[in-house]
């Protein structure tokens, strides 16, 4: 199949596109490189031996995405596009939501005009809010805590709607848990521009001495050793989750809601733990105080993804912590 994947060139994205080229797909990217860069659709490449076609355009551009549909024969859509950054997203809500929803509503219009109904959505558990008791089930009421996870909850609503005006559509919505790790061959990974936002790449950097110290916000919450717990889920695993998700809406004409993760809790100072242990490294770390907005517990009830998609993770947190390290220590300055 010739598969659109938006957003293709990012951290998810890339390693998707490594799934789906090893088994047999042709590989479509947009991509407006705004948190990715050009390089890291040539390590796809290197991994895979095989051409990617790509376009450097925005999804808000409907001439643009629309030239992309004509010019190829496109079955189906994995969208990644849209701006992530948790902080970011308070601080300029209206980029948030002209970014991920328009750009969502551009694409979906685009879609329907060329008649291709098939998509995978990435989404996050961040749409469970503060309110729900982990394990997180997909039945679950919604709310959110930033304009980041309210677009995710927003395109989630609009892409049940769609199916629910055409039952033509066939559309997987995966609510990912939390990244982390890299491909194996250490070519691609995690790639942060500016102060990540995510542990694992920050634990990376200072590792690498690009950071001084990590900072663990709070540590007096009420888990196992008074740090956050949330599940870890290694990104090929979550790649291959993608395959999963794309064979299943090819076979049925439904919106399913399926979480990925590994169903665990880990906590910071696990993590931490972990890592110096696989990697045979310290990590300094200080206690800073809670974030707002941060929950003490968030891991995913994975039965409907074992259920439905006949998926579930293979790697280890020590597997994740080594390739986090593999990819950052032979990038230390990322692509």
């Not at 796809?44 to 409907?62: A, G, M, P, Q, R």
């Not at 999963?244 to 169903?263: F, H, P, Q, S, W």
Request: a neutral charge; charged letters at 20%; glycine letters at 8%.
């Amino acid at each position: 199949m010739n598969i659109l994947v938006t957003g293709g060139a990012g951290y998810i994205g890339t390693h998707t596109c490594v799934e789906l080229l090893n088994h047999g797909h042709d590989v479509v990217i947009v991509d407006n490189f705004v948190n990715s860069e050009k390089e890291s659709i040539k390590r796809v490449e290197e991994i895979t031996n095989k051409k990617i076609k790509f376009y450097e355009i925005d999804i808000l551009n409907e001439k643009a995405l629309d030239l992309v549909f004509k010019s190829n024969k496109i079955d189906a859509v994995i969208h990644f596009a849209g701006l992530k950054a948790v902080g970011e997203s308070v601080e300029f809500p209206l980029k948030y939501y002209n970014n991920n929803i328009t750009g969502s509503i551009v694409l979906f219009e685009t879609m329907k005009k060329h008649n291709v109904k098939n998509i995978v959505f990435s989404s996050s558990a961040t749409v469970y809010g503060m309110n729900n008791i982990s394990p997180l089930t997909e039945d679950m009421p919604l709310s959110t805590t930033n304009p980041y996870g309210t677009t995710k909850m927003f395109i989630e609503r609009i892409l049940t709607d769609l199916y629910n005006s055409d039952n033509e559509w066939s559309i997987a919505i995966l609510r990912y848990f939390n990244p982390i790790g890299a491909h194996p061959s250490g070519k691609i990974g995690e790639n942060p521009k500016g102060i990540p936002n995510n542990l694992m790449p920050f634990i990376t950097q200072v590792a690498v001495g690009k950071r001084e110290k990590l900072s663990v916000f709070g540590n007096d919450y009420n888990t196992h050793d008074g740090t956050g717990v949330r599940d870890y889920i290694h990104v090929v695993d979550l790649a291959k989750g993608h395959l999963k998700a794309l064979e299943y809406t090819m076979n049925t004409n439904k919106v399913e809601i399926v979480n990925l993760g590994t169903g665990k809790g880990y906590s910071v100072l696990d993590i931490i733990k972990a890592f110096e242990e696989g990697n045979n490294l310290s990590i300094p770390y200080e206690i800073s105080e809670r974030r707002p907005g941060d929950i003490a517990t968030c891991f995913a009830n994975t039965l409907k993804a074992k259920k439905i998609l006949h998926w579930e993770t293979k790697n280890t947190l020590l597997d994740m912590c080594k390739d986090s390290w593999r990819w950052q220590s032979n990038n230390p300055n990322g692509y």
